[in-house]
């Protein structure tokens, strides 16, 4: 965080070209550059210390609360909602988890900000004992946040280092967080996977929707397509667009945005990426790859390489399985890269990447 912006998104850039040195074709395009504090949409919070003094942020080593309320990457809408929920455990007696001890209920909480200034706030308790507590004040917390909020319960009852559980609880009627990206309407629910920087995020699929408009494919496969953002990015007049996405929240999400935007041609299933385009029985004219930090799965590169699929457009936010990635996809050529700063004060980035079949 003591490194310049500039400085640090040269290095970016220099990083993701050291790489994919390997790929001569390449030719990087100005970075997209971040606002460099408050662009965090995403505010994942430890709740720690005590009921009259918790801390609201992250754990040492020890595993001692660390209060990060004034943190500058998060948005500052999101940190005016830290006092609320400081209220809120004062008022209902709400007893933080002591990871240490093993004790205690309230583990987390999960704020989301769309652009409409609306929140989903998330809390993730160990058990039931706090639930009803919450679920009856929720009538005086939606008054101290700002309109169309979202408010829910997550449960985590076992003692592991992970940020939610299976079962949630959504307490308000709204069960998505409404979002307009490029005036495209997303629909965010709970556990669903959603870019943490808004602007860059916005920026990533106009950079995916020029791509697509340019090559004008009449069918296009969105894999890993999370709330669908790239394929409803990418939805036109006559094109196919088919969005593949194991997480079925996600997958609802995206049919709701489909739907609100009255996209006939544009469908959403929930699978595995692989699986899919294994079993199709078809091939579009471009795909869209946006996996997770693992990469695809070598079966799905093996695929798209003897397909018949002419653009494919890989963005990844861990340029070292995309490297690998690329190797394997040796049956295109990787023609533009772009870094997007997705993570402004962190040495991650997001890249997208263009690429053409090879002429047979
Ligand atoms: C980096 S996120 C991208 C989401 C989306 N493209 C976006 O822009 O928000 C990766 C997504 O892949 C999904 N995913 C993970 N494994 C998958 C698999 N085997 N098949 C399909 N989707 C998968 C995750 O649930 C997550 O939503």
């Given at each position: 965080m003591t490194v310049p912006y500039a400085r640090q998104l040269q290095s970016k850039v220099e990083d993701c070209q050291q790489l994919l040195s390997g790929f001569q074709s390449l030719e990087f395009l100005p970075p997209q550059a971040s606002n460099e504090q408050g662009f965090r949409n995403k505010a994942k919070m430890v709740i720690s210390g005590t009921t009259e003094q918790p801390t609201i942020g992250i754990l040492d080593a020890d595993g001692h609360g660390v209060d990060l309320r004034n943190c500058g990457v998060i948005a500052a809408p999101l940190r005016a909602v830290f006092p609320?929920?400081?209220?809120f455990i004062h008022d209902l007696k709400?007893?933080?988890?002591d990871v240490p001890k093993r004790k205690g209920e309230l583990k987390h909480v999960i704020l989301t900000l769309s652009d409409t200034g609306a929140v989903m706030v998330r809390w993730v308790l160990r058990?039931?004992?706090h639930f009803v507590a919450l679920r009856d004040s929720l009538p005086q917390f939606l008054e101290q946040l700002p309109r169309h909020s979202v408010v829910s319960v997550n449960f985590l009852p076992e003692h592991k280092a992970v940020l939610e559980g299976e079962e949630e609880i959504i307490l308000t009627r709204r069960s998505t967080l409404e979002f307009g990206l490029n005036g495209v309407p997303m629909h965010l629910r709970p556990q669903g996977f959603f870019q943490t920087n808004s602007e860059i995020a916005a920026a990533l699929y106009r950079q995916a929707r020029q791509w697509i408009n340019d090559a004008n494919p009449e069918s296009v496969w969105d894999l890993y397509s999370g709330v669908g953002g790239f394929a409803l990015h990418c939805a036109a007049e006559d094109r196919t667009v088919y969005g593949i996405e194991t997480s079925t929240e996600a997958v609802e999400a995206?049919?709701?945005s489909a739907q609100a935007m009255e996209l006939e041609d544009v469908h959403f299933k929930a699978q595995d990426a692989t699986e899919?385009?294994?079993?199709?029985?078809?091939?579009?004219?471009?795909?869209?790859?946006?996996?997770?930090?693992r990469g695809i799965s070598a079966q799905l590169a093996a695929w798209l390489n003897e397909s018949d699929v002419q653009h494919v457009i890989y963005s990844s936010c861990n340029a070292?399985?995309?490297a690998r990635d690329l190797e394997?996809?040796?049956n295109y050529t990787p023609q533009l890269a772009r870094v997007m700063d997705m993570f402004p004060q962190?040495?991650?980035y997001e890249v997208i990447v263009k690429l053409e079949r090879k002429a047979a």
């Open positions: 609320v929920i400081e209220q709400l007893i933080p988890y058990t039931k004992k995206a049919k709701t899919f385009a294994l079993n199709a029985g078809w091939a579009p004219d471009a795909v869209i790859v946006n996996p997770p930090r070292k399985s995309l394997w996809l040796d962190t040495s991650h």
